[in-house]
């Protein structure tokens, strides 16, 4: 087997993990919007411990790029390749790091009831999951297209979010606990508006990747 054929056959393998470890963050942010809707403390703890097998999976992709670095003498484009799986891991990673978030406020807010039922706080965790498909697809396909078109959703993110935040402003009063819940809820608009970003980031990296050119895409 010829070093060429090792080197693809253990950037798939990489990808491999990747997918796994975008699939577990996706389920986590389900979880942790399901687990503030429903005030449902069980599921919320499920999501903070989950964090622990994504930090194990991103720690596997570190070494799995290292070992590519060490053995197999990688040319200018496969170092991008490689430095590209770290930055995808390191913003899931982070991804996680804000379900785990939302998911801890779902535990402080637990015992009680919601001012009104979510509606637009879901459906922005709904536009963010289909941004981080989306981001994850452009880099197994190594479509610049797709990765660009992040751009865009993450003007429609930006948008409900302005959107949400003035929502929760006029809901406020001078009732501490109301305005002790809906502070929560303007931290949980920005934790998934971050996440929006991350996604961004990842299509901007793809490009990097796959044309050697810097583009920004969160202007």
Do not use: W
């Not at 991008?80 to 402080?108: F, N, P, Q, W, Y």
């Not at 979010?161 to 303007?186: K, P």
């Not at 990296?205 to 969160?218: A, E, S």
């Amino acid at each position: 087997m010829d070093t060429r054929h090792n080197f693809h056959h253990s950037v798939e393998e990489l990808q491999k993990v990747l997918l796994k470890m975008g699939t577990l963050v996706e389920d986590s942010i389900s979880k942790a919007i399901e687990s503030l809707a429903t005030l449902d403390e069980k599921l919320a703890v499920t999501t903070v411990n989950q964090d622990d097998i994504i930090d194990d999976l991103m720690l596997e992709v570190e070494e799995r790029c290292l070992r590519l670095i060490a053995l197999q003498q990688p040319m200018a484009s496969d170092l991008r390749i490689i430095g590209m799986a770290l930055k995808i891991a390191t913003d899931l990673e982070r991804i996680s790091d804000h379900a785990v978030d939302i998911a801890k406020i779902s535990i402080r807010l637990s015992g009680e009831e919601l001012i009104k039922p979510l509606e637009d706080i879901p459906r922005m965790a709904m536009m963010v999951r289909n941004m981080l498909q989306e981001s994850l697809l452009s880099y197994m396909e190594l479509d610049i297209h797709r990765a660009s078109a992040l751009a865009e959703k993450d003007d429609e993110i930006d948008k409900l979010y302005s959107a949400l935040m003035n929502e929760i402003i006029t809901l406020m009063s001078s009732d501490f606990q109301r305005n002790r819940q809906l502070s929560h809820l303007m931290f949980v608009a920005h934790y998934l508006e971050r996440v929006a970003d991350h996604a961004t980031n990842i299509g901007e990296g793809v490009i990097y990747m796959v044309t050697g050119k810097r583009k920004d895409l969160n202007v």
